[in-house]
């Protein structure tokens, strides 16, 4: 199976240093075969360009851009290279050095941006954390501001490798061509609308030197998912795939419970119940009768289908008032794996009972910070922090929802998801997501597979959804996707 690991900042110049010091790989080796393949990157995505115009910094990420240089003019490409200050010594000194004995002209920063096919970012690498200042700032918003597309070397100046937070202004790229391994940072928060398509190049690292670090992270694989939900045999029935209870709808919210429940089927589930207010039961029998909806007004009516049930999905459309603080209770006393959401969480934010030995939190960046009990400018700054404290303090798996969704058992390990889309941005997305992890775990999966396998479904049936445009993309839009993705099926 493919595995795609993520590592920290710190990881990946341990890196560096260990090739150069242990391997005996010359720095300006490195440098060369970044830019190397960076230049193949441009040839590759943009092979119709003739004229490249690269805005170097001073350190060695502004080196990649004079090799890049060198190598476009060195094939006939017309290069224009503008150099924000000269390089502060070693391997870019050296680069700067190679590209003006070729021949290249290093313009000042008060040069207008060129005008050409494609820009290169070579302004800053993966050491800024703080936001771009000066002629930095100054030429990230020229090229943002350009209409050609532009390529980031390692990672888009701006752009907080290690979190995915943009404490300022950042480069757009089209496309970021990253070396050595894969910064965690490139692939949640803010780092969608930064980095564009990511390609990575080892720049022929020895094997032996990531074999020494654990990664930090990895990205979800859907081969390997799919290994975790064999096809069925033929003698079964619906209890062989487990009966998941749904517990929400409070007066006005019988939707959010519905799609939660639905969700679950359509992954698969033999049996979906759904405690939910009287008021809604005929709607949802109407609407949807392979749902066995009851009509439930307290804890006591509860216990027979928590009994009878193998999951509970709680918290879709749940509220926060008497009825459902009581349910919820409930829920939680009967130790069956469970999965929690939306108003679940802001419940066990005010109050802290033992949670099921199975169990999975679905918070959004909202409700994360009521979890941790701070603001949500915390929870963003450092996704992968915040998802790893919740799983430790509540000691189940949790899902941090958003672009780049995280996912973090209470070990501290922590998968990424690459797909979705802002389509998704729209209501009762989260109560599927509910739906299709509890689905998950009636069928056997344990939380912290349930949560990979329905975090990965989730996404790519909401890709599907979106082909037909992202506004306007409906929570039920994405059952029928689902239903395929489960299968093993194209989506579209």
Not at 79 to 93: D, H, N, T
Not at 247 to 256: E, L, P, R, V, Y
Not at 296 to 323: F, H, N, T
Request: proline share 5%; with cysteine; net charge negative.
């Amino acid at each position: 199976m493919k595995d795609t690991p993520l590592y920290t900042v710190a990881q990946v110049r341990a890196f560096d240093r260990a090739a150069i010091e242990l391997h005996g790989i010359d720095g300006y080796v490195l440098m060369q075969r970044a830019a190397a393949a960076a230049f193949v990157c441009l040839q590759a995505r943009w092979p119709h360009a003739r004229s490249v115009a690269v805005v170097c910094g001073s350190g060695n990420n502004g080196g990649d851009g004079y090799v890049l240089a060198r190598l476009a003019r060195a094939a006939r490409l017309d290069v224009q290279l503008i150099s924000l200050e000269p390089p502060r010594g070693g391997e870019a000194a050296r680069a700067r050095a190679d590209w003006i004995d070729a021949g290249g002209v290093v313009l000042g920063v008060d040069a207008p941006l060129p005008d050409a096919d494609v820009h290169v970012d070579a302004i800053f690498g993966t050491g800024l954390t703080r936001a771009p200042e000066g002629a930095a700032l100054h030429w990230i918003e020229a090229l943002n501001g350009s209409a050609r597309p532009l390529l980031a070397l390692d990672v888009p100046s701006g752009l907080d490798a290690d979190t995915g937070t943009v404490p300022g202004a950042a480069v757009r790229a089209a496309a970021t061509a990253s070396f050595v391994a894969h910064k965690r940072g490139l692939f949640t928060g803010a780092a969608a609308d930064h980095c564009g398509v990511v390609t990575l190049d080892d720049l022929e690292v020895p094997a032996e030197v990531f074999a020494a670090a654990k990664a930090d992270a990895r990205l979800l694989d859907i081969g390997a998912i799919r290994t975790w939900l064999p096809a069925r045999d033929n003698n079964v029935h619906k209890g062989t795939f487990g009966h998941v209870l749904a517990i929400g709808g409070d007066s006005g919210m019988g939707g959010a419970i519905r799609l939660a429940g639905e969700a679950a089927l359509r992954v698969g589930a033999g049996l979906v119940s759904v405690a939910t207010r009287s008021a809604h039961v005929v709607a949802l029998n109407a609407a949807r009768p392979e749902l066995m909806a009851s009509a439930v007004e307290g804890p006591q009516e509860l216990e027979a289908m928590l009994d009878a049930a193998s999951v509970v999905a709680l918290g879709p459309g749940l509220g926060q008032r008497a009825w459902g603080h009581a349910l919820w209770y409930a829920a939680l006393a009967a130790g069956k794996p469970t999965v929690l959401d939306a108003d679940a969480l802001n419940l066990l934010a005010r109050d802290g009972p033992a949670l099921p030995a199975q169990c999975v939190l679905t918070p959004h960046p909202g409700e994360a910070g009521r979890l941790l009990d701070c603001d949500t400018q915390r929870i963003a700054a450092d996704r992968f922090a915040a998802v790893r404290a919740m799983a430790r303090r509540f000691n189940a798996v949790v899902v941090l929802k958003g672009s780049g969704t995280l996912i973090a058992a209470p070990d501290g390990d922590v998968a990424v998801c690459p797909w979705g889309n802002p389509g998704m941005a729209s209501g009762g997305m989260g109560d599927v997501l509910t739906g299709v992890i509890a689905g998950l775990l009636a069928q056997g999966l344990d939380a912290w597979h349930a949560a990979q396998a329905g975090v990965a479904l989730h996404a790519l049936a909401g890709d599907a959804a979106a082909r037909r445009g992202q506004a306007g993309t409906l929570a039920s839009d994405l059952f029928e996707p689902l239903r395929l993705l489960r299968n093993g099926l194209p989506s579209a």
